[in-house]
């Protein structure tokens, strides 16, 4: 932490659940989409695992690898409702979505779709990989503020042309917090002959999943956030038609070391050289032990950490004056909000916000601040997980008043 000086502001309690965490005490946590944050249960194991590969790290990494992996791989499936022999684990979503992007088979002339809320990271890989190809990039240009999900329908199917193989939509997108209606769109896309590639850092844990209902032609997503698995975890799942053309950006033993019961994907992308895979193992724990917080499991969770988002929006709203940019209905655990008027306009500087340090700095309070929708607009983005009180959120209206 810098030097700061720390305002006078008493700390709000969070949530009796946050016990169960390491997030740090005294600081205002309001940002698990990020990075997520992993609970102690889930990191005891973690750290359980990391002993038992050093003490035998051969029979651990080679002769027993399977043994851990396909337990966390069955556990996932059943969660997203896939099968097993679809999917795969990866490191985390740009690894995924790098996976799929990097292995089209792309001519000049042909054209990838994103949208304007898509992810940094992410809009580089189709700009870089449609470049070395002589291929475009569309970008649908969804407006924000909104009022309704159709609008991000109609914005993506009117930078449709011909010349359309894949369109990356994101299921939430980061900036704006927006759940986006991936089944339609989804529909809408197949029935024009285009591949979806859902970037679905955001969703699994946040939003109910049915993947293989769904039916992208991939699925790529993460379970350091919403499932609360150690770092280090995410997932893609590549519809069987499409699996034959879809390489690792690693390429290891598993194209040529076929393994008896596991599909020719699986052996590509189980294995990309010797790394720690305990955050993998540690899946089927971590879907476990959220799921075991609140009596109605995963469905209680997603929806109690969804109505915290909702209340939290609303109080910020009424705090500071704000207009809230979509319906509660296009929500899910994250909102995103207009900074108040005082701070539009500024200049960009540095790597992160200036004023968001000051925010953590001066008032302990993690929130991230982003530009987007037009030259100088600024906006924060709250997240609502079970170690959460509405308190921390009354708390950062008035921290950014102070501010
Ligand atoms: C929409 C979206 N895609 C991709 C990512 C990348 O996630 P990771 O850095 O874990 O690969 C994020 C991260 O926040 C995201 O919000």
Known sequence: MSGMKQRPLERPAPSAFHKHWPLARGIVFLNHGSFGACPKPVLKLQADLRRKMEATPVQFLWRH????????????????????????????????????????????????????????????????????????????????????AEQVVEAIL????????????????????????????????????????????????????????LAPAFYAGNLHKWVCAPKGAGFLWVREDKQAGVEPS???????????????????????????????????????????????????????????????????????QLEPPCPASMLGAMATLPLPDRFQGAPKAGKIDPEQLRLYDEFGVEVPFMRFGGPGRRWFRISAQIYNSLAEYEYLAQALQLL
């Open 65 to 148: 690898y399977e043994e851990w992996l396909e337990p966390a791989r069955v556990a996932l499936a059943k969660f997203i409702r896939v099968k097993p022999r679809d999917l795969v684990f990866v490191t985390n979503a740009t690894v995924g979505v790098n996976a799929v992007i990097r292995s089209l088979k792309l001519r000049p002339g042909d054209a990838l779709l994103t949208t304007n809320l898509d992810y940094n990271a992410c809009r580089n890989i189709v700009v870089e990989t449609a470049r070395r190809a002589g291929a475009e990039v569309q970008v649908a240009e969804v407006p924000f503020p909104l009022e309704r």
């Open 158 to 213: 009117e930078a449709v042309t011909p010349r359309t193989q894949l369109a990356m939509i994101d299921h939430v997108a980061s900036n704006s917090g927006l759940v986006l209606p991936v089944e339609r769109i989804v529909r809408e896309l197949e029935a024009r002959g285009i591949d979806t590639l859902v970037d679905g850092a955001h969703a699994p844990g946040m939003l109910p999943l049915a993947v293989a209902k």
């Open 250 to 320: 690693v390429i290891s033993h598993g194209h040529n070391t076929p393994r008896p019961g596991f599909t020719a994907f699986q052996d590509r992308f189980d294995w990309a050289g010797t790394f720690d895979p305990t955050a993998w193992f540690c899946v089927g724990a971590a879907l476990g032990w959220m799921g075991q917080l609140l009596p109605d499991g995963w469905r209680e969770l997603r929806q109690r950490n969804h109505a915290l988002a909702v209340a939290a929006r609303r109080l910020l709203c009424r705090r500071l």
